[in-house]
T-cell receptor
Framework: NAGVTQTPKFQVLKTGQSMTLQCAQD?????MSWYRQDPGMGLRLIHY???????DQGEVPNGYNVSRSTTEDFPLRLLSAAPSQTSVYFC?????????????FGQGTRLTVV | GDSVTQMEGPVTLSEEAFLTINCTYT??????LFWYVQYPGEGLQLLLK?????DKGSNKGFEATYRKETTSFHLEKGSVQVSDSAVYFC????????????FGKGTHLIIQP
């Protein structure tokens, strides 16, 4: 059972470059999210999806795009990378049971923008 | 809006010491509460959870009790080990949809032999 798979683990970009962080889950969860983790800030929600074809913005969406064409995949796109996007990114896959949530996280992607 | 406040780190303890990491929250509705742990170089793992008042979550010797009257969910362990060194995040979920968990800023725990 792979759970949540994120790729790549590490990435260095130049300012202005674009890239896509991949996230895949094999648990048939409807809900997926992207967070960024910065020192002293904890985890902050970037974008989330409540199902295939449906996405919405979180707390810090600027500079990021997402899409959800399938239940399994939820890629995060940086169209024009900026040094402020240097961070560790986590993808989460969640299932809801009433008001209860079970969230599973990927291993993280450490991104450096120079 | 929802928020989680947890004690700032790093917290440095000797092996076999008693651990408490404080966590308090503000939330709309009736949130579920979680502790996640992040070991060096790894992603977040769910450590324990509680979904209603007075519930006690427990795992790997860690415990936390959902205290609605004090809006707290403090993490405790009676005797820590070097392998417990990690960053611990308190989190809550209070939405009816999947608009994400609200996390505290994390507490870096260092256990010295």
């Amino acid at each position: 059972n792979a759970g949540v798979t994120q790729t790549p683990k590490f990435q260095v970009l130049k300012t202005g470059q674009s890239m896509t962080l991949q996230c895949a889950q094999d648990m048939n969860h409807e809900y997926m999210s992207w967070y960024r983790q910065d020192p002293g800030m904890g985890l902050r929600l970037i974008h989330y999806s409540v199902g295939a074809g449906i996405t919405d913005q979180g707390e810090v969406p600027n500079g990021y795009n997402v899409s959800r064409s399938t239940t399994e995949d939820f890629p995060l796109r940086l169209l024009s990378a900026a040094p402020s996007q240097t961070s560790v990114y986590f993808c989460a896959s969640s299932t809801l049971r009433g008001w209860r949530i079970e969230a599973f996280f990927g291993q993280g992607t450490r991104l450096t923008v120079v | 809006g929802d928020s989680v406040t947890q004690m700032e780190g790093p917290v440095t303890l000797s092996e076999e010491a008693f651990l408490t990491i404080n966590c308090t929250y503000t939330a709309t509705g009736y949130p579920s509460l979680f502790w996640y742990v992040q070991y060096p170089g790894e992603g977040l793992q769910l450590l324990l959870k509680a979904t209603k008042a007075d519930d006690k979550g427990s795992n790997k010797g860690f415990e936390a009790t959902y205290r609605k009257e004090t809006t707290s969910f403090h993490l405790e362990k009676g005797s820590v080990q070097v392998s417990d060194s990690a960053v611990y995040f308190c989190a809550l979920y209070s939405g009816g949809g999947a608009d994400g968990l609200t996390f505290g800023k994390g507490t870096h725990l260092i256990i010295q032999p």
